[in-house]
T-cell receptor
Framework: GAVVSQHPSWVICKSGTSVKIECRSL??????MFWYRQFPKQSLMLMAT?????????EQGVEKDKFLINHASLTLSTLTVTSAHPEDSSFYIC??????????FGSGTRLTVV | DAKTTQPNSMESNEEEPVHLPCNHS???????IHWYRQLPSQGPEYVIH???SNVNNRMASLAIAEDRKSSTLILHRATLRDAAVYYC?????????????FGKGTLLTVNP
């Protein structure tokens, strides 16, 4: 089956620093990738949608300059949280979809900003 | 986006069947019904999906009402590992850009 690998699974960073999260489709070409954020005891909230080689489309209220998304290849998308602050602490989850492939999710990244 | 309604929580006993309902009265003719589940501190996991006919796979069964305004996810024998939040989501067929919108889902508790 389709597999999406997300790294790191958890990260702790100091306030003001940047953190990069990787999302890879291991056995299929992901034409579209999605990035979600989930706060404790809440549902997943979509942050942005990215197509390979194109700029990401951000949901309303998501700062594109703070959450940089790169989808330079059909198997890799990255989310960089720039100048992270404690309120950015959350569970970040990627999802990938390809031709004939349903939505496959990564295992998530727990970001803690101290 | 067509909306789904699910109970906030349900409880089951181990090795008993579980029926998780989902209402989607505004579903359109081309919307697929997807079910995902999320275990604690993990990403969502695909469970099953269907369009009109009932579907079975190794994880579960999906029963779709004839008018498609509701569906039921059936876990035939619940195990402790099935304790999770279950999400019922609609998406139109075709195209890879459609974004899945998650509601609150149903928190399933399985008692030993």
């Amino acid at each position: 089956g389709a597999v999406v690998s997300q790294h790191p699974s958890w990260v702790i960073c100091k306030s003001g620093t940047s953190v990069k999260i990787e999302c890879r489709s291991l056995d299929f070409q992901a034409t579209t990738m999605f990035w979600y954020r989930q706060f404790p005891k809440q549902s997943l909230m979509l942050m942005a949608t990215s197509n390979e080689g194109s700029k990401a489309t951000y949901e309303q209220g998501v700062e594109k300059d703070k959450f940089l998304i790169n989808h330079a290849s059909l198997t890799l998308s990255t989310l960089t949280v720039t100048s992270a602050h404690p309120e950015d602490s959350s569970f970040y989850i990627c999802s990938a979809r390809g031709s004939g492939i349903g939505y496959t999710f990564g295992s998530g990244t727990r970001l803690t900003v101290v | 986006d067509a909306k789904t309604t699910q109970p906030n929580s349900m409880e089951s006993n181990e090795e008993e069947p579980v029926h998780l309902p989902c209402n989607h009265s505004t579903i359109s003719g081309t919307d697929y019904i997807h079910w995902y589940r999320q275990l604690p501190s993990q990403g969502p996991e695909y469970v099953i999906h269907g369009l009109t006919s009932n579907v079975n796979n190794r994880m579960a069964s999906l029963a779709i009402a004839e008018d498609r305004k509701s569906s039921t996810l059936i876990l035939h024998r619940a195990t402790l590992r099935d304790a999770a939040v279950y999400y019922c989501i609609l998406s139109p067929g075709g195209g890879s850009n459609y974004k899945l919108t998650f509601g609150k889902g149903t928190l399933l508790t399985v008692n030993p």
